[in-house]
């Protein structure tokens, strides 16, 4: 099968082409472009191969280059597929738009979960892993309300912004880049997320099923963020950080780099300052992206306003939920969507026990905060 970037002209991969894709991706020395040029030379994964050791020898090797055996691929692919992993091959109608179009996007990539999501806009939202109190509610209010506008977020699943994003988009689509394989997880206290953001998003990576990330793997993750995306946001980076390698990606991919602004006397935000003093987008609002990315995208997007709680929605509390509730709530002021979240209790029980507290004269409301009286 040859690449194609024509959706109606994609084919599909028969079982043994994938096997064949498989070995020769898997083999040493040969990485995305390598892999392109080859099958463009030889028409096809299982010529390619044969040719390995010629080439190596012409290329003045002592010996040729370790291919990877087909007991090893079948292996491979047996054990995505107790995973419910599916391998896609890049010019296969499944295989994301963007992320095709970038030099060495992965030839194959291993996606869980709802592969749909990868057909819709995406947008990255990365950042520190050791992300303030601020950036992490940024990254939530940001996420949430381009989700709402239609587009789906994609990150890194790190710890700090990269997993404020993540959670923030469960609903409405979320898709996690891995640096290893679908078999490790890292972090590994983010396996629940993941599986969380599995029903309406996916997670996809480029790695053996098995393979435990590496330092130098993370790098290298960062171009599919960005290569999935039509544009990335920058929430709070070091000088030194691996959102600055994804920002940089994404400018040479010819994607949209945004950037939220930061104090100037907080470390975390020195890169992703000097990111805006570059000529990135500044970002303050879900609204500073879609007028950005509108254009490049030939239509309009809308922003999703919060609605008016609906009377009939309303849910009646039991005395744990009312309680727990009551527990987070003080002198000191406080979002409802910050009091859903830490309370683990519906929308419609928070709501309810809200108007309780409301009718009772013991709650001070103030701009979508909430205080005790």
Do not use: C
């Amino acid at each position: 099968m040859a690449f194609s970037h024509d959706d109606e002209q994609a084919t599909r991969l028969t079982d043994a082409e994938r096997l064949d894709w498989l070995r020769l991706i898997r083999s040493d020395n040969i990485g995305p472009r390598t892999f392109k040029s080859l099958l463009q030379h030889y028409g096809s994964a299982r010529a390619a191969l044969a040719a390995l050791p010629e080439l190596a020898r012409r290329g003045g090797a002592m010996q040729g280059p370790r291919i990877f055996p087909r007991e090893d691929a079948e292996r491979e692919l047996a054990a995505a597929y107790e995973l419910g992993v599916t391998l896609v091959g890049l010019g296969e109608p499944d295989y994301p738009m963007r992320l095709r179009e970038i030099d060495d996007a992965p030839p194959l990539l291993a996606v869980r979960g709802a592969g749909a999501a990868l057909d819709r806009p995406m947008l990255a939202v990365v950042g520190a892993r050791n992300a303030s109190a601020a950036g992490l509610k940024f990254a939530e209010r940001l996420a949430r309300d381009l989700g709402d506008a239609g587009f789906v977020i994609v990150s890194g699943l790190a710890r700090g912004i990269d997993a404020s994003a993540h959670r923030a988009s469960l609903a409405t689509g979320s898709v996690a880049v891995l640096a290893g394989g679908h078999a490790r997880i890292y972090p590994p206290e983010h396996v629940d997320l993941l599986d969380a953001l599995l029903a309406n998003g996916a997670a996809v990576s480029e790695m053996p099923v098995a393979w435990e990330p590496r330092s130098r793997d993370f790098p290298r993750r960062n171009r599919i963020i960005s290569g999935l995306a039509v544009g990335v946001i920058v929430i709070e980076a070091a000088v030194r950080s691996g959102s600055l390698i994804t920002a940089r990606m994404a400018a040479e991919q010819g994607r949209e780099v945004f950037a939220a602004p930061g104090s100037p006397l907080d470390p975390r935000a020195e890169g992703s300052n000097g990111l805006l003093k570059q000529g990135a987008t500044l970002v303050t609002a879900a609204s500073d992206v879609v007028a950005a990315i509108e254009p490049i995208l030939g239509r309009p997007l809308t922003l999703v306003e919060a609605a008016e709680p609906d009377p009939a929605a309303l849910s009646e509390p039991d005395d744990a939920e009312r309680s727990r509730i009551l527990s987070l709530l003080g002198p000191s002021a406080v979002g409802i969507d910050d009091l859903i979240r830490l309370s683990g209790a519906s929308p419609a029980i928070v709501r309810t026990t809200l108007l309780e507290l409301d009718v009772a004269g013991r709650l001070d409301r103030r701009q979508g905060l909430v205080a005790l009286l």
